[in-house]
């Protein structure tokens, strides 16, 4: 479906809208725009907002990711219909990194030389503190748990919680079989050591686009809301984030039924914006993280913004 471009608004005039829903759908569809305006070819700044132009946002869409499409590309789609997609994308995920995606893939998905397929915890150890050397293998998008050790120990420390992934992994896909559901396949995933609900959500994000939860009953029904997205969906409330003590944010902000309230969300959106692709849970969730922080830099009430952006002219 085609996209017209609209004329943007500036951060001052985003704040004359009310409710904060409004903002909201401003938001998503205002980055969707930089998106579209970036992958045409057309000179910056692609948006009025100085906001959006300083500081970086994710897409509303997770599958415009950079990363995503990389994996998609080169992992997932290649290994949509084959049983080992669940152990290569834990695997892929847990490093979230393309050069180091490609050191996994080895020379093809399948090979011999393939830790995605071929799963050989002292190899990959060994290998992946080699391609250390030149620069980190750990994505720096989000925090990846590796527990507690002497300095050094991440990298042996992840391959060993990723060969009790690879010891169990028939197991798991016949767990998956008996019950096709993305909250399903985020518990299962949590139960290995160093592997928490985000790394097990963005899992299960990623294999819903295959055989393996692409009929998953619950695509338009359940989220993982982490602390972001219940940021996001107590602004729409009208409340704020509140600050500890050393000016950094609160993480964790109860809200009352926060899947029942995304989902509403996920309504809302595919009818105030229809002529933009459609939008499913995980969107729903996605957008409520990404909208806190706009609000966050919109009002300078909820701490420091951590990556710039240069998106200005």
Same mark, same amino acid.
């Given at each position: 479906?085609?996209?017209?471009?609209?004329t943007a608004k500036t951060d001052e005039e985003v704040k004359q809208l009310d409710p904060p829903?409004?903002?909201?759908? =401003? =938001?998503?569809?205002?980055?969707?725009?930089?998106?579209?305006?970036?992958?045409?070819?057309?000179?910056? @700044?692609?948006?009025?907002?100085? +906001?959006?132009?300083? *500081?970086?946002?994710?897409?509303?869409?997770?599958?415009?990711?950079? +990363?995503?499409?990389? *994996?998609?590309?080169?992992?997932?789609?290649?290994?949509?219909?084959?049983?080992?997609? #669940?152990?290569?994308?834990?695997?892929?995920?847990?490093?979230?990194?393309?050069?180091?995606?490609?050191?996994?893939?080895?020379?093809?998905?399948?090979?011999?030389?393939?830790?995605?397929?071929?799963?050989?915890?002292?190899?990959?150890?060994?290998?992946?503190?080699?391609?250390?050397?030149?620069?980190?293998?750990?994505?720096?998008?989000?925090?990846?748990?590796?527990?507690?050790?002497?300095?050094?120990?991440? #990298?042996?420390?992840?391959? &060993?919680?990723?060969?009790?992934?690879?010891?169990?992994?028939?197991?798991?896909?016949?767990?998956?079989? &008996?019950?096709?559901? #993305?909250?399903?396949?985020?518990?299962?995933?949590?139960?290995?050591?160093?592997?928490?609900?985000?790394?097990?959500?963005?899992?299960?994000?990623?294999? &819903?686009?295959?055989?393996?939860?692409?009929?998953?009953?619950?695509?338009?029904?359940?989220?993982?809301?982490?602390?972001?997205?219940?940021?996001?969906?107590?602004?729409?409330?009208?409340?704020? @984030?509140?600050?500890?003590?050393?000016?950094?944010?609160?993480?964790?902000?109860?809200?009352?039924?926060?899947?029942?309230?995304?989902?509403?969300?996920?309504?809302?959106?595919?009818?105030?914006?229809?002529?933009? @692709?459609?939008?499913?849970?995980?969107?729903?969730?996605?957008?409520?993280?990404? *909208?806190?922080?706009?609000?966050?830099?919109? =009002?300078?009430?909820?701490?420091?913004?951590? &990556?710039?952006?240069?998106?200005?002219?």
């Open positions: 479906m085609s996209f017209t471009f609209v829903l409004e903002r909201l759908l =401003w =938001w998503t569809r205002e980055r969707h725009q930089i998106y579209l305006k970036k992958k045409a070819g057309l000179p910056k @700044p692609w948006t009025a907002s100085k +906001v959006l132009q300083s *500081f970086f946002f994710t897409n509303p869409y997770r599958e415009n990711d950079k +990363v995503t499409v990389w *994996f998609r590309e080169n992992i997932r789609e290649p290994m949509r219909d084959d049983p080992r997609v #669940i152990f290569a994308t834990i695997c892929f995920r847990w490093f979230n990194l393309p050069k180091t995606g490609e050191m996994l893939i080895g020379s093809g998905i399948g090979k011999k030389d393939c830790l995605l397929t071929n799963w050989q915890e002292t190899r990959a150890v060994k290998e992946l503190q080699h391609l250390n050397k030149e620069g980190p293998v750990f994505t720096g998008a989000f925090m990846v748990k590796a527990g507690n050790g002497p300095p050094g120990c991440k #990298i042996p420390n992840v391959c &060993r919680s990723m060969t009790e992934v690879w010891n169990d992994r028939d197991n798991l896909l016949s767990v998956i079989k &008996r019950d096709v559901r #993305i909250e399903r396949m985020v518990s299962e995933i949590c139960r290995y050591p160093n592997l928490g609900n985000f790394l097990g959500y963005e899992v299960a994000s990623d294999l &819903r686009w295959t055989w393996v939860l692409e009929n998953a009953s619950d695509i338009l029904t359940w989220a993982n809301p982490g602390p972001g997205a219940m940021r996001g969906l107590n602004r729409l409330e009208g409340g704020k @984030p509140g600050l500890d003590h050393r000016g950094f944010i609160i993480r964790h902000t109860y809200v009352e039924d926060p899947i029942g309230k995304m989902n509403k969300l996920m309504d809302i959106l595919n009818k105030r914006l229809k002529f933009m @692709p459609k939008f499913e849970m995980r969107e729903a969730e996605h957008i409520c993280c990404e *909208f806190d922080k706009y609000e966050r830099a919109l =009002w300078e009430d909820g701490g420091r913004m951590k &990556r710039r952006y240069p998106g200005g002219a």
